[in-house]
């Protein structure tokens, strides 16, 4: 299974503004691509990446300029003072999910194919697609539908799958999307079985949680003057990035100086966000819905 085409290539690498003895971070290595451009504006620096599942493993670059750590970006800090690094001069995030786990039936990213509901990018975890399912309350079920995946009608299927379960586990992929059927939107189907595998796989794989852990670092290892580069794929993402290099925080009020002036730890390179191009778009189907934020730290 192959991995997708790098998103937004040139402008995230070109938007690190890479020094030829810098240390950078990728913290969503994947297949390789986007690490693979920043190695080569590397001389004597250093690229650490990020990815917690072992299908990645394959893809990995020999070179000894390049570390990686087959974990979650969570444990950033972490890794960083394992490997003895103190302060990056850049990160780039790509937090789409690849090609290759949405073509993989084995996985159970997709409603596109039969198999285990599974959708666990760190396959050694515990909890799976298959346990929130049928383990979850009817409440949490209804809370994760609403905010994950944006549904309206995320009480009624809440209440769906509750009543289903009552009768058989939900075990597989099948299982699951029949009990959609009478949820499902005429002319637009496709698009809300989309919004329910998301809104389950970003609970599974705690992916709003551990994104706001992670940005959150960026304050303490990122130089002043290095570089931020995001690749966001739907609105939620897109918030918490935006409001993070917006404010320095999630949510509530920003800290400000004795004159009253916002303290925040980076400002916006980009006044817009930057989107892929209708050639990049053609080319990559999944590239469309892409945005890419750049930030410096101050």
Do not use: C
């Amino acid at each position: 299974m192959g991995y997708h085409t790098p998103v937004l290539l040139k402008e995230s690498v070109n938007g690190l503004q890479i020094k030829p003895d810098g240390v950078y971070v990728d913290v969503t290595f994947g297949g390789g691509g986007h690490s693979r451009e920043i190695i080569k504006n590397i001389i004597n620096g250093k690229l650490v990446a990020f990815d917690q599942d072992d299908d990645a493993m394959p893809n990995l670059i020999d070179d000894e300029r390049f570390i990686f750590v087959n974990h979650n970006f969570r444990f950033l800090k972490n890794f960083l003072k394992y490997h003895k690094i103190e302060r990056i001069d850049g990160l780039l995030a790509d937090l789409g999910v690849s090609s290759h786990h949405f073509d993989d039936p084995n996985r159970g990213f997709s409603f596109r194919f039969e198999g285990e509901l599974d959708m666990r990018m760190n396959q050694s975890a515990k909890v799976s697609a298959k346990n929130v399912v049928n383990e979850y309350q009817e409440e949490k079920l209804a809370k994760i539908f609403w905010e994950y995946g944006e549904l309206k009608n995320s009480r009624k299927l809440a209440k769906a799958i509750i009543e289903q379960r009552g009768n058989k586990t939900l075990e597989t992929i099948r299982d699951f999307t029949e009990l959609l059927i009478p949820y499902l939107p005429k002319h637009a189907e496709n698009k809300f079985l989309a919004k329910v595998f998301q809104a389950l796989r970003i609970e599974v794989n705690r992916e709003m949680d551990f994104l706001k852990e992670m940005l959150l670092q960026t304050i303490d290892v990122i130089k002043p003057g290095g570089r931020l580069a995001v690749i966001t794929y739907h609105s939620l993402e897109d918030r918490i990035v935006k409001n993070f290099i917006r404010d320095g925080r999630f949510e509530g009020e920003v800290e400000k100086d004795f004159f009253g002036n916002k303290e925040v730890p980076f400002k916006a390179v980009n006044r817009k966000v930057i989107v892929p191009n209708e050639s990049e778009i053609k080319e990559n189907n999944r590239a469309r819905s892409a945005k890419l934020r750049i930030a410096e730290r101050l």
